[in-house]
């Protein structure tokens, strides 16, 4: 058992020494979950709550836990990419000893590993149910917690959308019936259909995926809006202001908002949308996945995204896209020898190529152009938008 430290100079040279040992190395993600198991296969995880998720920070605090599960006799494999193991009463006890100098300051936002760690010897034996995991590299994750702890990191904006590795994270997690913030495995309700039933505690099953949705789990800036929650999928990230309207909209994980934006539309996986842009009405913003041949999308700042309208290449800043046009890497789009030296003054960091059709690929990331479909040829045509996109502030 590690002795209690007294002092905040003893806790800092304990931290040194743990950090020095031969072998050890520094987390770029760590922290303990609480693990919701199948009801029918105790050894299957269907899903991990993180309080608080340390991603490349509170370094002293991911040596005192290898130290105290090493305490514990459980010995942390730092040549991994990823290391995860179910803790202990000895190593609540352990970390509780090591983060002594800390136990009465931590309160609020202060220290809240070390409020963690008071929190469960507080409850005295903690059973099985939680679970501590360190990444050491950003690999594709092999265990639930590692998905979770990464699906963490880009809802809470510890780490920018598109910057994870999250390579077979379907194949990882398992497909779940969600009963409000509680996972059931699908073959328990299978296997007890006719008692729940006819005991009536059959549950109201809300949907059957292998992401919870993103409210289970993060609490939302105070001028942030989701009015319905099957709308936003844990991995998200909802910039401050960002309202998401109830119907056609919907943002999958690893994509979302960088700021105030208005969502009336879809925000398909790995595209992002600048601050001060609105997605109109079932707008579609493709994924990598959904026909932009792996290239993700990024919407600038203040653009607006017309309803029913269907985007798959990147736009700049203060962009028009009209309601119910497709736009896409390999569309025509005709500009007028006018219009084209209006664009190129406001993108002067490229050359356009004199000439009046672009494939909309050529025009990609451009600032301040309006995209329209001509009523009278069918023919797309772009040209020098000069409308200003500008959300309302009290919605915002």
């Not at 998200?236 to 943002?251: C, E």
Request: aromatic content about 8%; hydrophobic content about 40%.
């Amino acid at each position: 058992m590690l002795s209690p430290i007294n002092s905040t100079d003893e806790f800092k040279t304990f931290v040194e020494d743990v950090r020095s040992k031969k072998g050890y190395r520094d987390p770029i993600g760590f922290g303990i979950a609480r693990v919701d198991r199948g009801q029918k296969n105790r050894d299957k995880i269907l899903q991990a709550s993180f309080p608080l998720i340390n991603w490349n920070e509170n370094l002293g605090s991911a040596a005192v836990f290898m130290e105290a599960l090493a305490h514990s006799r459980v010995e942390v494999d730092c040549s991994s990419s990823e290391f995860v193991a179910t803790i202990s009463d000895d190593f609540v006890k352990n970390a509780m000893n090591a983060f002594a100098p800390y136990i009465d300051e931590a309160t609020g936002d202060a220290h809240k590993n070390v409020q963690i760690i008071k929190t469960l010897f507080t409850k005295g034996k903690i059973g099985a149910d939680y679970r501590i995991v360190f990444l050491f590299e950003d690999d594709a994750p092999q265990s639930v917690e590692a998905v979770y702890l990464k699906l963490y990191a880009l809802s809470t904006g510890k780490a920018p959308l598109r910057s994870l590795n999250l390579g077979g994270a379907f194949g990882v997690l398992s497909n779940v019936a969600w009963v409000g913030n509680k996972p059931y495995e699908l073959d328990y309700l299978r296997d007890n259909e006719i008692t729940l039933k006819l005991d009536g505690t059959y549950p109201l099953v809300d949907s059957v995926d292998k992401f919870p949705r993103y409210l289970q789990h993060i609490i939302p800036a105070d001028n942030t809006r989701v009015l319905e929650a099957s709308r936003v999928r844990m991995g998200a990230h909802l910039a401050a202001g960002t309202t998401v309207m109830p119907g056609a909209s919907y943002i999958n994980f690893n994509a979302g908002t960088l700021g105030p934006v208005m969502v009336e539309g879809r925000i398909s996986s790995s595209a992002v949308v600048g601050s001060g842009s609105d997605v109109g009405g079932g707008a579609s913003i493709l994924g990598v996945l959904s026909g932009t041949d792996g290239n993700p999308v990024s919407i600038g700042e203040n653009t607006l995204l017309g309803a029913n309208s269907v985007t798959g290449i990147p736009l700049g800043d203060g962009c028009i896209v009209d309601a119910g046009i497709t736009l896409l890497a390999g569309t025509k789009v005709r500009i007028s020898s006018n219009e084209l030296v209006k664009i190129q003054e406001a993108n002067t960091q490229i050359k356009l190529e004199e000439k009046e059709l672009f494939k909309g690929s050529e025009l990609q990331g451009l600032h301040g152009i309006h995209f329209r479909q001509s009523s009278t040829t069918g023919e797309m045509q772009a040209m020098r938008s000069t409308r200003e996109v500008k959300l309302n502030s009290e919605l915002h």
